[in-house]
C-alpha cells in the first residue's frame, strides 16, 4: 500500500513539473451555470444542473451543484400501472485546473466530486385499483463520488461554453457558465 501512494504522489509530482502552468482561475474568481446532463441516471435521458465554483487559490477551486433527473415507466398487464422516478444530486466539488492544450481560451481541469443522492419512486394505478391494494411512494438515497475531466471554453470576457464527462447527474454534462 505504501508503495503504490508513494508512485501516486510521484507521478502528481511529476506531471505538475512538466506542464508548464498558466493561470486558468485565480483566487476569488466564480463561476455559475446551468447545464445540461445527457444520460443521465437510471432510465432518465436527460437531467438539469445548477453549478458554482470558486477560485480558492492559484488553479484550485472548489464549488457545488444541484442536480435534477426523472421520468415516468408505464406497465401494461392485468393491471396498468406506472412508476415515477426522481433524483435529486446534492455535490460538493474540489478542482484543479491544467492547461492541457496550450489555447489561450481554454481551461481544462479535473474535479472530484461527493456528494449525495436523494432518489424516490412512486407507484400509481392507471386502470381500476384492485381491492386493498394501496398506491405508495418510496424513497432512497446514498452517498456518490468520483471524478470528471471538464473543459471550458471562452466566448466572451464572461460568458464560456463547458463541458464534463464523468460523475454526475449525466455521462455527459453541457453548460454555459458565466464568470461573475
Known amino acids: 500500500m505504501k508503495k503504490i501512494l508513494f508512485v501516486a504522489v510521484l507521478v502528481l509530482s511529476l506531471s505538475s513539473m512538466t506542464i508548464a502552468q498558466r493561470v486558468l482561475i485565480n483566487k476569488g474568481d466564480q463561476y455559475v451555470g446551468a447545464k445540461l446532463a445527457l444520460g443521465a441516471v437510471a432510465g432518465a435521458s436527460v437531467g438539469f444542473i445548477g453549478s458554482y465554483e470558486m477560485g480558492l487559490q492559484e488553479n484550485i477551486g472548489v464549488g457545488g451543484s444541484i442536480a435534477y433527473s426523472g421520468y415516468s415507466e408505464e406497465l401494461n398487464s392485468f393491471y396498468n400501472y406506472k412508476f415515477?422516478?426522481?433524483?435529486?444530486?446534492?455535490?460538493?466539488?474540489?478542482?484543479?485546473?491544467?492547461?492541457?492544450?496550450?489555447?489561450?481560451?481554454?481551461?481544462?481541469?479535473?474535479?472530484?466530486?461527493?456528494?449525495?443522492?436523494?432518489?424516490?419512486?412512486?407507484?400509481?394505478?392507471?386502470?381500476?385499483?384492485?381491492?386493498?391494494?394501496?398506491?405508495?411512494?418510496?424513497?432512497?438515497?446514498?452517498?456518490?463520488?468520483?471524478?470528471s475531466a471538464n473543459a471550458r471554453y471562452m466566448l466572451s470576457e464572461k460568458w464560456f461554453a463547458t463541458a464534463s464527462v464523468g460523475f454526475g447527474l449525466g455521462i455527459l454534462n453541457i453548460s454555459i457558465d458565466y464568470k461573475v
Open 84 to 147: 415515477d422516478y426522481t433524483n435529486i444530486l446534492i455535490l460538493a466539488t474540489g478542482t484543479y485546473h491544467m492547461d492541457l492544450l496550450k489555447d489561450e481560451k481554454l481551461d481544462t481541469w479535473g474535479a472530484l466530486n461527493l456528494g449525495y443522492n436523494v432518489a424516490t419512486a412512486k407507484f400509481s394505478w392507471l386502470s381500476t385499483v384492485p381491492a386493498g391494494t394501496p398506491e405508495f411512494t418510496v424513497s432512497a438515497g446514498g452517498i456518490g463520488f468520483g471524478l
